[in-house]
């Protein structure tokens, strides 16, 4: 039940977590990056990540508080941050995606002052499409910078009244 899921800061024992999904060959099709990600280099790259300002990643818990995906934010600028998610294949289908969305982008607007998240999508992705759509992301117009087959979708911050 995608109501039931949690989130929690990453921590270091969940490095081999991010990498499995990160290479699962399903996540891969789906990225943006194709490339399986060595082990020295994730290492690297996951090290620098949790002990960077500019960086959240929070790990997605299932109904039965194990760890099911992965949702991080990544500072682009003062304002925006770039969002990306990965979840088990088991996971998947279920509504845990767009219900983790939905609470990480609510958690990383309280922790940054920024104004609005984005998303960069392959347009053949229909399933994260749907789920970024339905969290209250909206599609804006493609970049020229943004390759053809990349769909770009923000979320922009409530204003408070």
Do not use: C
């Amino acid at each position: 039940m995608a109501s039931q899921i949690q989130l929690r800061a990453a921590r270091e024992r969940d490095m081999e977590l991010l990498r499995d999904l990160r290479n699962e060959p399903s996540v891969r099709k789906a990225s943006l990056q194709t490339a399986v990600i060595p082990q020295a280099e994730h290492q690297r790259w996951y090290q620098k990540a949790l002990a960077s300002p500019k960086t959240a990643i929070y790990i997605v818990l299932g109904s039965n508080k194990s760890p099911i995906g992965f949702v991080r934010f990544q500072r682009e600028s003062r304002w925006i941050s770039d969002v990306s998610i990965a979840l088990s294949k088991n996971s998947r289908g279920h509504g845990h995606g767009s219900a983790a969305l939905k609470r990480a982008t609510s958690k990383i607007f309280r922790r940054w002052p920024i104004k609005k998240v984005v998303a960069r999508i392959k347009n053949s992705n229909s399933t994260s499409v749907a789920a970024f759509l339905k969290t209250g992301f909206h599609l804006v117009p493609r970049p020229k910078e943004t390759k053809k087959n990349v769909l770009t979708l923000e979320k922009l911050r409530e204003k408070r009244r």
